[in-house]
């Protein structure tokens, strides 16, 4: 576990000072709702009914970024070497590098729950089930994310392949989360407890299934 | 030599129940009360299904048995890759067949039902996996990572059918009965049926034996070309000294 | 008949054809390619010998 917080901070670190994520994934994020804003039309009457599932569509894709952006950091002078040479546990790798993408990803819903407030005029009601799918949701995204990324890594195709295998798996995380979002911000909250107990589910799944195959995966190339 | 001549009778076996299967399909048996002549495609719909989802959960059963160290060879590997490339055709098939069965049914090539909708997402799911396995690298690295890709895989299925059953029953859509389970299966049909899973079986074997093949010769002449170039090298070196 | 009955069971047919034709003859042109001349005409043992 001290491993986990040791390589998410190493992570965490390094985006802080490179600053890729603010100037480029956020700007993506922020350009892909006002597509989808151009896409559906000026009208509110459209736009904010559909927010929710906007919203996590732009969260998914920006989290394929965020993702590649993970294991970018590992490639260069021979970092992932290292990172495996380390005696750190890979089970801790794999915690750490979630931990790090989850942080980021929250840090961007954040700001996109902010961006569909002003430009689809949603009404951002049921702020506990917001919060609490946006925490599943997302440690689900992280911990799938972080395992295909460990798959694609050091593949010359790696950019074109990791959308493919990450984008269909991730798809019970969009539902979940955007009914439950549905849900708040229709003003019943209570209706997306169900979802968010199925995101959980995926979450925990997911943590799981990382946490065991981490160790194979990282052994390889 | 036995193994192949087993092969080679899967095979015939296999050709001569498809053959039944569509001749009794489409001339013998009678037509349905509800569904017309449609209920024909019955016969070969469900096989298809069947024997995708048997073509995964194959798949995944020798990618877990590859995972664990004890059981790890590279016949597994070779076993889930071929299984799973079988079991994508029989997935486009059963989209294909399915999308053709509700067209005239309910007048649209394609609901989101939850069956429907995992299918499709399968489909997707284990194109990912062949890309992926295509990807060429070390053979042990190539397995390990395909694996785990198809554990993943697998374990998605039953979420997404779950999550999807009840989005759609949230939405209180008219509902529709995609397999015709209100259907009196009797008779010649039923037989019919029958034939049609087991010689779709049997295609699934012998398709996924000979693909099997294919891949270990590609294996071993990659072990070949690679021993050769090997041994080059070695022979220029000899030369220097 | 309909016409879709007809094409669901073309379909199916012709692509598993197709499919399986498609197998059997990269398995045989592999299988020839084993059998032939992989490495050119060397004696057994001569790189020892070197």
């Known amino acids: ?221 | 030599m036995t193994r192949s001549r087993i092969l080679t009778t899967t095979g015939v076996l296999a050709l001569v129940g498809i053959a039944a299967t569509v001749w009794l399909g489409l001339w013998v048996t009678p037509n349905a009360v509800n569904f017309g002549d449609l209920v024909r495609l019955l016969y070969i719909h469900p096989p298809m299904a069947w024997v995708a989802f048997l073509a995964y959960g194959m798949a995944f059963l020798s990618s877990l048995g590859y995972l664990w160290r004890r059981t790890r060879d590279p016949r597994l590997d070779r076993l889930a890759g071929a299984s799973a490339e079988v079991g994508v055709v029989f997935t486009g098939l059963t989209l294909i067949t399915g999308s053709i069965w509700g067209r005239p049914t309910w007048g649209v090539w394609w609901t989101w039902d939850p069956l429907l909708t995992t299918t499709a997402l399968l489909f997707v799911l284990y194109l990912g996996y062949l890309a992926l396995r295509r990807v060429p690298g070390d053979p042990e690295v190539v397995a390990r990572r395909s694996a785990i890709a198809a554990l993943i895989a697998f374990v998605d299925v039953p979420i997404v059918y779950f999550s999807v059953s009840w989005w759609r029953s949230l939405h209180q859509a008219p509902t529709v009965d995609l397999s015709g389970r209100h259907l009196y299966v009797h008779g010649s049909m039923a037989w019919t049926l029958l034939l049609g899973f087991v010689s779709f079986t049997l295609a699934y074997a012998w398709l996924t034996a000979h693909r099997y093949r294919l891949a270990a010769l590609a294996d071993r002449e990659a072990d070949e070309g690679l021993r050769q170039a090997l041994d080059e090298r070695r022979a220029e070196g000899e030369v220097l000294v | 008949m309909s016409g879709y009955v007809e094409a669901g069971y073309g379909v199916v047919l012709v692509s598993l054809a197709g499919y399986a034709l498609s197998v059997v003859s990269r398995e045989r042109k592999a299988r020839r390619r084993a059998a032939g001349p992989l490495l050119p005409e060397r004696a057994p043992g001569q790189q020892d010998e070197a």
């Open chain 1, 1 to 221: 576990m001290r491993d986990a917080w040791l390589v998410a901070g190493k992570d965490l670190r390094i985006e802080f000072r490179s600053r890729v994520a603010v100037n480029q994934v956020i700007p993506f994020a922020a350009a892909v709702i006002l597509l989808f804003g151009l896409a559906l039309g000026p009208s509110r009457q459209v736009l904010a009914p559909a927010s929710a599932g906007l919203f996590w569509v732009a969260v998914l894709l920006s989290s394929v970024l965020v993702t590649q952006r993970s294991f970018a950091v590992e490639a260069s002078d021979g970092a992932r070497d290292a990172l495996r040479l380390s005696g750190l546990d890979p089970a801790g790798i794999f915690l750490g590098k979630a931990l790090a993408v989850a942080v980021e990803l929250l840090a961007l819903e954040a700001l996109l729950t902010f961006g569909v407030a002003v430009l689809y005029g949603a009404r951002l009601t049921g702020a506990l089930v917001l919060f609490a799918a946006c925490v599943a949701a997302t440690v689900g995204l992280a911990a799938v994310g972080i395992v295909y990324g460990a798959v694609a890594s050091g593949l010359r195709v790696r950019e074109t392949l990791l959308p493919l295998l990450f984008l269909p798996v991730a798809a019970p995380v969009l539902l979940g989360a955007t009914k439950a979002w549905d849900e708040a911000l229709k003003g019943t909250p209570s209706g997306g407890l169900g979802w968010l107990s199925l995101l959980a589910v995926f979450a925990v799944l997911y943590v799981a299934i990382g946490t065991v195959a981490f160790g194979p995966l990282l052994e390889e190339s």
